[in-house]
């Protein structure tokens, strides 16, 4: 598609429960990233992926999260037993490529909003 | 010290004004410069990116950067009260595989 797109828009968990997010990025775009964005604005970086290769997961607290993304499938971020301090906005976002020192511009989904009580 | 800075506001200007926001950077290879705006309850949206020193005009808005001292701008022309919002500014670099290092933001007001 012409734009990223995010599912569920919301999502409430009790705590120690399971949450799934899924992303499909712009069609013709090789890599995802997604982000945690909390309270103050903060973004924090999670992982990014090249197709279906993890890129970059230094951003990942890998107890509990775990991503994927499958060919002819949208990309799936899981956090298991969620914790209350995973309350955020995940978003996830798409580029073209990473082209020599330059990097391309990222495109956001409208975000999933992740309460856990 | 934070890796990207911006103040956080509120900056408020009359409608018609010049608004301009600013962000530095602590990392010396960041190469790749980015301005989102980001309405409350929102995704980001891109603005400007830049790439070299000096500036880039789009429209209402100038990015300038300047390497040397680790700053990037965006200048607003002619505000309107729809550019009321959230800015971020970003910087990536190729050294740590292209994620980008958030500031976090300085929300803009624009009063009629």
């Known amino acids: 598609g012409e734009e990223v797109a995010q599912t569920p828009k919301h999502l409430v968990r009790g705590e120690g429960q399971k949450a799934k997010l899924y992303c499909a990025p712009i069609?013709?775009?090789?890599?995802v990233f997604w982000y945690q964005q909390v309270l103050k604005n903060e973004f924090k970086f999670l992982i990014s992926?090249?197709?279906?290769?993890?890129?970059?997961e230094t951003g990942m607290p890998k107890e509990r999260f775990s991503a994927k993304c499958l060919p002819n499938s949208p990309c799936s971020l899981e956090i298991q037993a969620t914790k209350l301090e995973d309350s955020a906005v995940y978003f996830c976002?798409?580029?073209?490529?990473?082209?020599?020192?330059?990097?391309?511009?990222?495109?956001f989904g409208p975000g999933t909003r992740l309460t856990v009580l | 010290q934070k890796e990207v800075e911006q103040n956080s506001g509120p900056l408020s200007v009359p409608e018609g004004a010049i608004a301009s926001l600013n962000c530095t950077y602590s990392?010396?290879?960041?190469?790749?410069f980015f301005w989102y705006r980001q309405y409350s309850g929102k995704s980001p949206e891109l603005i400007m990116s830049?790439?070299s020193n000096g500036d880039k005009e789009d429209g209402r808005f100038t990015a300038q950067l300047n390497k040397a001292s680790q700053y990037v701008s965006l200048l607003i022309r002619d505000s309107q009260p729809s550019d009321s919002a959230t800015y971020l500014c970003a910087v990536s670099n190729a050294g740590n595989n292209r994620k980008l290092i958030w500031g976090l933001g300085t929300s803009l007001a624009v009063n009629p």
């Open positions: 992926f090249q197709n279906e290769n993890v890129f970059d």
């Open positions: 976002a798409s580029s073209k490529s990473l082209q020599g020192r330059v990097t391309d511009t990222q495109y």
């Open positions: 990392d010396r290879g960041s190469q790749s």
């Open positions: 069609k013709g775009h090789s890599y």
């Open positions: 830049i790439y």
